[in-house]
Nanobody, 122 residues
Framework: QVQLVESGGGLVQAGGSLRLSCAAS????????MAWFRQAPGKEREFVAA???????YYADSAKGRLTISRDNAKNMVYLQMNSLKPEDTAVYYC????????????????WGRGTQVTVSS
């Protein structure tokens, strides 16, 4: 079992930055691939970024050049650095863990956090 707890969300103006964190429980964190998804009101949950066990990052087109995913296996942490934020980035952001490589497939992730709200004002 893995428990995931997100933090770092908040209200920011367009063009600003936020750093989301995801704390994972368990001793086998480095065996999981990790990802960030987001869900805006009235929309489906969508892929944002994923990171492999070897720390290679993959991004949705909307995230490339602005968002950076990283992980610290020694601390059981995953991060999402978000720069140049836009109002359309407003959503609840979820951290997810997979025992395999699920990439952008929502149903490929075994564990989910409860999410952290990001609101970008124009």
């Amino acid at each position: 079992q893995v428990q995931l707890v997100e933090s770092g969300g908040g209200l920011v103006q367009a063009g600003g930055s936020l750093r989301l964190s995801c704390a994972a429980s368990g001793r086998t964190f480095n065996t999981y691939s990790m990802a960030w998804f987001r869900q805006a009101p009235g929309k489906e949950r969508e892929f944002v970024a994923a990171i492999s066990r070897s720390s290679t990052g993959y991004y949705a087109d909307s995230a490339k050049g602005r968002l950076t995913i990283s992980r610290d296996n020694a601390k059981n942490m995953v991060y999402l650095q978000m720069n140049s934020l836009k109002p359309e980035d407003t959503a609840v952001y979820y951290c997810a863990a997979s025992t395999s490589w699920a990439f952008r497939q929502t149903n490929g992730y075994d564990y989910w956090g409860r999410g952290t709200q990001v609101t970008v004002s124009s």
